[in-house]
């Protein structure tokens, strides 16, 4: 069993920042990568950031510059630090971990992010 724990949402001014982090918990043998995942009121779940076990990153064009993911291998945790935040971030955040081999999906409860002034 896995679980994945978020903090860091909240309320922000355009503008502002963020950072998210996910600890991923439990039969933890491999993880093949972390990321984020949001879904806005009335759209699609779409992927935000994305970082494999070999620290390679990958971004949603829309946050490349602005976003940045990292991870902590020791502590089984992944960060999205959120900069120049824009009301179209608005949305809930998922943490999603690839784990296992071959790989899992697993989804964290979601952490609400609001850019509004």
């Known amino acids: 069993q896995v679980q994945l724990v978020e903090s860091g949402g909240g309320l922000v001014q355009p503008g502002g920042s963020l950072r998210l982090s996910c600890a991923a918990s439990?039969?933890?043998?491999?993880?093949?990568?972390m990321g984020w995942y949001r879904q806005a009121p009335g759209k699609q779940r779409e992927l935000v950031a994305l970082i494999t076990n070999n620290g390679r990153p990958n971004y949603v064009d829309s946050v490349k510059g602005r976003f940045t993911i990292s991870r902590d291998n020791a502590k089984n945790t992944v960060y999205l630090q959120m900069n120049s935040l824009k009301p179209e971030d608005t949305a809930v955040y998922y943490c999603n971990a690839r784990i296992g081999v071959p790989p899992n999906t697993y989804w964290g409860q979601g952490t609400q992010v609001t850019v509004s002034s």
């Open positions: 439990g039969s933890i043998f491999s993880i093949y990568a």
